[in-house]
């Protein structure tokens, strides 16, 4: 976990608004609004990268409620396409979603298809090395 938070660290992109990072208040706000638990290993992430811009894909956030990155709107968006509402998006990829099921596994919604992909990723961290730092 630390050498990919130390990666995606170096890889950040300066961005002429740079994104905050949460505390564990806005955390637990944001789960009221879900009516959901963030899983562990994702509460970690979004405490420690979720302020990181990198590559083709923008991982959630949480610290600002006008973000088209805004957790409970890629959410809501996510389970109004058909995504089981027991799962949290962590990014949208086109009409696809990643996402990080209730033990913190992390699996691909496939929108045409509405029904999940083969691969999984054991958890955030691993999607982030695998997935979002290969973008």
């Known amino acids: 976990m630390e050498e990919i938070i130390e990666q995606l660290r170096e890889a950040n992109e300066p961005v002429p608004v740079p994104l905050e990072l949460p505390d564990e208040d806005q955390i637990v706000e944001i789960e009221e609004q879900l009516f959901i638990d963030i899983p562990f290993v994702f509460r970690e992430f979004l405490l420690t990268?979720?302020?990181?811009?990198?590559?083709?894909?923008?991982?959630?956030?949480v610290t600002d409620p006008q973000s088209h990155t805004y957790l409970p709107d890629v959410a809501a968006n996510a389970w109004d396409a058909g995504v089981d509402r027991s799962m949290i998006p962590i990014c949208q990829d086109g009409d696809n979603y990643y996402l990080v099921e209730e033990d913190g596994t992390v699996v691909l919604w496939l929108a045409e298809e509405e029904l999940i992909a083969e691969?999984?990723?054991e958890s955030v961290w691993h999607w982030a090395r695998d997935v979002w730092l290969e973008s």
């Open 49 to 61: 990268v979720s302020d990181v811009v990198y590559g083709s894909l923008e991982p959630v956030t």
């Open 119 to 121: 691969e999984t990723w």
